[in-house]
């Protein structure tokens, strides 16, 4: 599992390279939507499976925060990081009918840098 995360990590950030980095991250997280799935399953269950996904958790946090790097004002990055995970959690959940995850998040996050930015 963990092998598998590292390997997708690496095939967005190389495939978007050239885009600003929330579109190159969040073009296709939906990759990861059954393994995040089935983790949740297992995540009582697997120190292992917890562990992975803390650092995926981590890795979109990263992710809000380099995004937040370009913001010309002070934001309150963590505040900001933690409602994206919470976005990101809800919006795959399964049988979820609303937009996908990477849309809620690109316009959360386009939202707070316009506002900062005014």
Same mark, same amino acid.
């Given at each position: 599992?963990?092998?598998?995360?590292?390997?997708?990590?690496?095939? $967005? =950030?190389?495939?978007?390279?050239? #885009?600003?980095?929330?579109? +190159?991250? %969040?073009?296709? *997280? &939906?990759?990861?939507?059954?393994?995040?799935?089935?983790?949740?399953?297992? $995540? =009582?269950?697997?120190?292992?499976? #917890?562990?992975?996904?803390? +650092?995926? %958790?981590?890795? *979109? &946090?990263?992710?809000?925060?380099?995004?937040?790097?370009?913001?010309?004002?002070?934001?309150?990055?963590?505040?900001?990081?933690?409602?994206?995970?919470?976005?990101?959690?809800?919006?795959?959940?399964?049988?979820?009918?609303?937009?996908?995850?990477?849309?809620?998040?690109?316009?959360?996050?386009?939202?707070?840098?316009?506002?900062?930015?005014?």
């Amino acid at each position: 599992m963990d092998g598998v995360l590292s390997h997708e990590i690496q095939a $967005l =950030d190389s495939e978007f390279r050239d #885009r600003d980095p929330l579109t +190159r991250r %969040l073009a296709d *997280m &939906r990759t990861f939507r059954s393994l995040h799935r089935a983790s949740h399953e297992r $995540l =009582d269950h697997s120190s292992v499976v #917890r562990e992975v996904h803390e +650092r995926f %958790l981590h890795w *979109m &946090r990263s992710m809000v925060c380099e995004v937040l790097d370009r913001c010309p004002h002070p934001v309150d990055r963590e505040m900001i990081a933690d409602l994206t995970v919470a976005v990101f959690e809800g919006a795959n959940v399964p049988r979820s009918r609303q937009r996908p995850a990477h849309e809620l998040i690109r316009f959360l996050l386009e939202g707070v840098i316009a506002r900062a930015g005014s």
